[in-house]
């Protein structure tokens, strides 16, 4: 498998600390630094197809898989419970911030909020494709801040909710875990045949696709209900998996997931290694050869040894037993030899 080496992963890893905690600050981060909040005041989740691109692309995609299938370890069942477990954090949180949404919608100039929040998008999108471009842009609070700043004001504010956005918020997290929850049950056929790298790419595309509609609202373009992200993000799986490729390690992909089922295979094979004891109790190894085995062949001895060893002279030595030497006088013979 192709781990993905992202700087900012690593940064990242290396703060964090365990698995399940890198997992859980990735699925957590949209929460945290306004990424979410700002789709769910853009509207994005007003559709079915924006609750799903939102839970895929946002809690989910190339971050939450390479977490799961290059850092995570234990058995499919321990690795579910530590979804299982995320998710019971940031599905409430989800639904708490997205019912705000209302009372933000109502002080804003929604059209002026809405670019700032396809603009965060856009730079997650570059963020996650390269690294190196992602140092000369700004961080997504900082976007979200501005916008806040642009779009303020303060006449329309009302504090009010609505269960539609509550609803709207849990189910994209809840996508976003189901997401999680589908890699971490098929983390042992996954591991090895999936390209992080590529598959992180391909989501990139697919964030900036989910962006254009938003950003260019004001001019009437990209503005279908197909789901074109999901699509691309499709495509993107499809070219990041190789049915092919074996897993990384060939010992652990064979390793039973329950330590149940690794002990009864264990003591199976102890069973056989007796029962293999047992039948070889009468059997004797023979330790001389038959009767009727051939002869081995004596050492070869060189002529020119066997000469000078009873005392004649090597000279008159030749392989043909009669004195001469039968490349004397060949010129074909090479001079090496």
């Known amino acids: 498998m192709s781990v993905s080496r992202h700087p900012i992963a690593l940064r990242l890893e290396q703060q964090v600390g365990s698995a399940t905690k890198l997992l859980a600050t990735v699925m957590v981060l949209p929460l945290v630094d306004g990424i979410f909040p700002a789709l769910v005041v853009a509207g994005v989740l007003t559709t079915a197809t924006g609750v799903i691109e939102t839970g ?16 995570m370890d234990g058995s499919r069942r321990q690795m579910a ?8 954090i940031i599905i409430p949180l989800a639904a708490l911030e997205a019912a705000f949404a209302p009372t933000f919608r109502g002080f804003l100039n929604l059209p002026v909020f809405e670019r700032f929040a396809g603009l965060v998008i856009l730079t997650i999108a570059a963020k996650t494709a390269s690294s190196e471009i992602g140092e000369y842009l700004p961080s997504p609070g900082v976007i979200i801040s501005l ?5 303020f004001e303060p006449s329309g504010f009302v ?6 956005y509550v609803l709207n918020g849990a189910a994209a997290a809840g996508v976003g875990v189901a997401f999680a ?9 996954l591991r090895g045949r999936v390209d992080i790298d590529r598959f992180r790419f391909g989501s990139a595309v697919a964030l900036g696709v989910l962006a254009l509609p938003i950003l260019l609202g004001p001019f009437d373009l990209m503005q279908t209900e197909a789901p074109i992200a999901l699509a691309v993000l499709a495509v993107t799986t499809l070219f990041a998996y190789d049915p092919n ?3 990384a390690d060939g010992s652990a992909g064979d390793a039973p997931d329950d330590p149940d089922d690794a002990a009864e295979t264990a003591a199976d094979g102890a069973d056989e290694a007796a029962d293999g004891d047992a039948s070889d109790e009468g059997r004797v190894d023979p330790t001389e050869p038959p009767l009727d085995a051939p002869t081995a062949p004596g050492p070869i001895v060189d002529d020119d040894v066997a000469v000078i060893a009873n005392g004649g002279d090597p000279s008159t ?14 010129d074909s013979r090479a001079p090496w030899l």
């Open 56 to 71: 895929i692309l946002i809690f989910g995609g190339s971050a939450t898989a390479a977490v799961i299938l290059a850092e």
């Open 81 to 88: 419970g530590s979804v299982l477990l995320i998710g019971a």
């Open 147 to 151: 916008g806040l700043v642009a779009s």
């Open 159 to 164: 504090l009010r909710t609505s269960p539609e």
């Open 181 to 189: 929850l589908a890699i971490a049950l098929l983390s042992p056929h």
């Open 245 to 247: 490729a074996g897993p």
């Open 317 to 330: 030595a030749s392989d043909d037993g009669d004195g001469t030497d039968p490349f004397a006088d060949d």
